[in-house]
């Protein structure tokens, strides 16, 4: 597909969110994510909705906008597997390594990630980076570790600071808060991953390396562009 140089961002959202499409499985239920570029595929899929049995979501703000739309939503619990999980990115790197997070829905993402097949990755093409890192990575906390979890990101260099909502900390759908930590350079996302997972109070890293992408749909100046990892 060849596009005008003069796309905008929120146009190349709408070119990825279109063509991940070709990746949901007929009469099946499609695992689907959170953020601007995914509600791009949610409109998109409710032009072939007949022809899926539904979704399950990563978020209530999906779940609304599916149901919205006249989509089936599914329990995570109700399903075994699915051939196909579609969500956006903060940041992607070149083996399929992501940070995710910036909407606050990075523990249904990673669960619903995980039920998945494949993880195909919808981004525009400021999120393809060298090293994951510079946009700050989301970690949902336990509140009342939130303090000792921010002191070890101090200890390794970084800061991290507790994500507001009007002025309050940010509540996500599952009760907890968010910490964003900037001055990271993550080389190693997998054993990044696994260490910050098992420190006591978090609940879900955003570095997504163990459920990476397999697919990431790159909107380009010059169009989708296929990366496979
Ligand atoms: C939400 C996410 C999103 O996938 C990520 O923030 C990208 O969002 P957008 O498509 O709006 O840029 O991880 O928790």
Request: charged residues 20%.
């Amino acid at each position: 597909m060849t596009a005008p140089i003069s796309l905008s961002q929120d146009e190349l959202k709408t070119l990825v969110g279109r063509a991940a499409l070709d990746y949901v499985v007929p009469g099946e239920i499609v695992g689907v994510g959170t953020g601007s570029t995914v509600n791009k595929f949610i409109d998109a899929l409710a032009t072939i909705k007949d022809r899926i049995r539904g979704a399950v979501s990563s978020s209530e703000a999906s779940t609304a906008r599916l149901k919205a739309l006249g989509i089936a939503v599914f329990d995570a619990n109700a399903v075994e597997s699915l051939a196909v999980y579609i969500d956006g990115a903060d940041e992607i790197d070149g083996r399929g390594h992501m940070v995710k997070g910036g909407g606050a829905a990075l523990t249904r993402e990673k669960i619903v990630a995980a039920l998945a097949q494949r993880f195909v990755c919808i981004a525009d093409e400021s999120k393809l980076v060298q090293t994951l890192g510079a946009f700050p990575l989301p970690v949902e906390v336990i509140p009342m570790a939130a303090a000792q979890i921010a002191r070890r990101f101090a200890a390794m260099g970084a800061q991290a600071t507790l994500r507001l909502k009007d002025g309050q900390a940010l509540v996500t759908d599952n009760g907890q808060h968010i910490l964003d930590v900037r001055g990271l350079s993550i080389a190693e996302p997998l054993a990044f991953e696994s260490e910050v997972n098992q420190w006591p109070g978090v609940v879900t890293v955003g570095v997504f390396a163990h459920q990476k992408a397999q697919v990431c749909l790159l909107g380009t100046a010059q169009g989708v562009r296929t990366l496979t990892f």
